[in-house]
């Protein structure tokens, strides 16, 4: 889809928390690819850290995030799988208003070029927590490249036509 080029860019505040018991800032691969396409795209990384795999220390950090009126959007990278340690869907049911089932899907979808029917063991999601998006990607380095060229850099630039996520950020907490 098209840019509105007579729209100004509005770069927004990302926080990145890549969620692995063995990966560290020398080694998160899928965090680093991350972090440099978003600073590319023009964002700003307020915050990138790497948790363990632990549900309460996860759901504590995404809270500390989206109580920060400087996050406007939080990427998680790992834990989207479906072992027992794999719980980033779980964080993200205890501390969202609404799901966005929309980003799974089309995660999937996109992934079937990638990886084929293995896609379907992806539980990439999505939600709004209060007024921050929180978008959970799997933690392999294929998985974040698509997630983020194929959707992320898109709805989070404001001027992505017909519609994007930056756009309606002022009206999340409406009631």
């Not at 915050?47 to 549900?55: A, F, P, S, T, V």
Request: glycine share 6%.
């Amino acid at each position: 889809m098209p840019l509105d080029e007579s729209k100004a860019f509005k770069p927004i505040n990302i926080a990145l928390l890549t969620l692995s018991d063995t990966r560290t800032l020398d080694n998160d691969s899928s965090g680093d690819i991350l972090d440099q396409r978003i600073i590319d795209a023009g964002h700003h990384i307020v915050d990138r850290i790497i948790c363990k795999e632990d549900l309460s220390t996860m759901v504590s950090q995404l809270r500390t995030w989206i109580d920060d009126v400087n996050v406007d959007c939080i990427i998680t990278t790992g834990g989207t799988g479906l072992t027992g340690r794999d719980s980033t869907p779980e964080a993200l049911d205890k501390v969202k208003t609404r799901d966005i089932p929309g980003f799974g899907e089309y995660f999937r979808y996109i992934s079937i070029a990638s990886i084929g029917t293995s896609t379907i063991q992806s539980r990439a999601c999505a939600v709004v927590a209060d007024s921050t998006y929180i978008f959970a990607l799997p933690g392999s380095n294929g998985a974040v490249k698509d997630g983020w060229d194929q959707i992320l850099v898109h709805q989070l630039d404001s001027r992505h036509k017909p519609c994007n996520f930056v756009e309606i950020m002022p009206r999340l907490m409406e009631t």
